[in-house]
């Protein structure tokens, strides 16, 4: 991986005069910048500015040249800084933002990810830093904002200048605001004030939302070794469609999310996944995009793992079998790459099912691997150590390593630095009295794999445990006279991938209605759908709808239900 290479200066507090414009959708402002030298000679301070104009910049008395380039604004000071010195700078801009601060009707606004796009920052994920926010809003506005309101002061006009401070340094693309006609709510749980605001108009009840925030603050405490970070936790359901975004102490999700969230209580997983960044996104941050599955990965595994607490084993599982078939779709689709990867410098490229759902499948991985006390040690030791710094896939590597007493490495130069991960393809026989398995490795470098196969006969299930360590191998069980139902290559769904392994209708049917996981039932019912394709072939699947029916009635998890639906309605309506 290309070498983290930090700026020439870090950004160590910023205090911003903000007021953006809802009728021009526009924002005009200045920010004082404190910045100190990390080189022996600084002369140029090059800030991410995404379509912001600058007016002016000084340091000091003393007028500086600002030269501009797409995402940039960079800064040649008067006089070289020396390492260790500080600066002091002001910037007068203003900008019409096309990203990172959207405006709304009905007098919203709102700030998110992008906060290069409405003020010009260091926007790397591993450099941190305070922020005092003066915003001038009208008065008879609701504001949340990024830190604590400290002052209030009223402008002609029926304008307010509201003051936030952010006493702990962050990351500048988690700061940000919200305003508009705010009603907010709030209940306490012990020292966490919990508050949900929406448009006063709205008529849905937010306090669903509180209470599933609330259940999952102390496991998450728990695993992280830490408190939960701020003495406020704020959630906006903001009138319009968004895909969820944390912020310092905060979370912008939709109004029409908190409307399913208050018809199916389990739909929990938006407000939950936004609310896990508090500790892993936000206090610990990956040091650059390079390692961004470290956020986002890392919080898809916990938003499932947080369901195997608060609900039941199978809605765990059910969230590893959409990650499972998210990476997989992007296996397919050839948009596979290494978890740790240096082809992209912003959020957006490093984004994705690759990073969200792979991201996650490694984690699970390792949990597996490694066994609960050794993987919840290592994320609480990787948590704790990562608090003051950006973090990097090496890090966490370390911190199971040290908490396992393992050599990860090949876990990791396959799954996390790898291009190219393991691909596994399966075939099974049976010849005399023994069950034939065969597994190739068909990618460029075997590598060695722990995996468990599971075969079925009518007299017993029984389990096998084989390591991988070349092309080929070959594994025998005794059939013992009993007629084969089913074989299942990675029984535990423990690797990240699906191995290919083609098996006849019958052992497919069997499988979804007789195996004991979510995960196997699920990808057995998949392997069903491509098996048959379109329902021309009436003698090899004409017993499916019937058979699917009978399943449907007896299964325990609504990802699979729901699915078996789905089938059965295209099978009798394609006959």
């Avoid at 039932?521 to 021309?536: N, S, T, V």
């Amino acid at each position: 991986m290309r070498p983290y290479r930090e700026k020439d200066y870090a950004a160590e507090h910023y205090e911003a005069e903000l007021a953006p414009d809802t009728k021009t959708r526009s924002l005009r402002g200045n920010v004082i910048i404190r910045v100190a030298s990390r080189v022996a000679n600084l002369t140029v301070v090059s800030l991410d500015a995404d379509g912001i104009l600058i007016d002016k910049a000084t340091d000091g008395d003393r007028d500086l040249r600002v030269d501009l380039e797409p995402g940039l604004a960079r800064i040649r000071l008067a006089r070289p800084a020396r390492r260790g010195e500080r600066r002091t700078l002001r910037v007068w801009y203003h900008a019409e933002p096309k990203r990172g601060m959207w405006f709304l009707a009905n007098g919203w606004w709102y700030t998110g990810f992008h906060t290069e796009a409405w003020l010009p920052c260091d926007a790397s994920p591993g450099d941190r830093a305070t922020f005092t926010i003066h915003w001038t809003v009208p008065a008879a506005a609701g504001l949340v904002g990024t830190g604590v309101e400290t002052d209030r002061t009223p402008l002609a006009g029926g304008m307010e200048r509201r003051t936030i401070r952010l006493t702990e340094p962050y990351p500048a693309y988690l700061v940000g605001a919200v305003a508009g006609p705010l009603r907010t709510v709030c209940t306490r749980q012990g020292t966490i004030d919990f508050c949900a605001s929406l448009d006063r108009g709205a008529t849905v009840d937010p306090r669903p939302a509180l209470e599933a925030a609330k259940a999952a603050v102390d496991p998450l405490a728990r695993w992280a070794g830490l408190p939960f970070p701020r003495q406020r936790y704020d959630q906006v359901f903001l009138p319009t469609r968004v895909s969820g975004q944390e912020l310092v102490g905060m979370a912008l999700l939709g109004e029409s999310y908190l409307r399913e969230l208050v018809r199916d209580p389990r739909e929990d997983w938006l407000l939950v996944h936004e609310l896990i960044h508090s500790w892993w996104g936000n206090r610990v941050t990956c040091r650059s995009w390079n390692d961004f599955w470290l956020n986002e990965g890392l919080t898809t595994f916990l938003q499932a793992a947080l369901k195997e607490v608060t609900g039941a084993r199978a809605d765990y599982e059910e969230e590893i079998a959409n990650a499972r078939r998210r990476y997989d779709e992007a296996r397919h689709s050839h948009k596979d790459r290494a978890l740790s990867f240096d082809g992209w410098t912003t959020p957006p490229e490093a984004s994705g099912p690759v990073t969200y759902s792979k991201g996650a499948l490694v984690f699970e991985l390792l949990r597996r691997s490694l066994g609960e006390q050794a993987f919840w040690t290592g994320l609480r030791n990787y948590t704790q150590a990562g608090l003051k710094a950006g973090v990097t896939s090496r890090d966490l590597e370390q911190a199971m390593e040290t908490a396992s007493g393992r050599d990860l490495r090949p876990l990791f130069e396959s799954w996390v630095y790898g291009a190219e991960p393991p691909e596994l393809v399966a075939t099974h026989r049976v010849e005399g009295d023994d069950i034939v398995i065969e597994i190739e490795q068909e990618q460029a470098r075997p590598v060695d794999i722990p995996l468990s196969i599971a075969v079925e006969t009518s007299e017993r299930r029984e389990r096998r445990t084989v390591v991988l360590r070349g092309r080929r191998e070959v594994v025998r069980v005794p059939r013992r006279g009993a007629e084969l139902r089913s074989v299942r290559i990675d029984d535990a769904a423990m690797l990240p991938v699906r191995i290919a392994h083609d098996r006849p209708i019958d052992m497919l049917l069997f499988q979804i209605a007789h195996e004991p996981d979510v995960v196997g039932r699920f990808e057995a019912l998949e392997a069903l759908k491509a098996a048959c394709g379109l329902p021309d072939d009436k003698d090899r699947c004409r017993n499916l709808v019937a058979a699917l029916t009978g399943a449907e009635s007896r299964e325990p998890s609504r990802l699979v239900r729901r699915e078996l639906r789905a089938v059965s309605r295209y099978w009798i309506v394609a006959k």
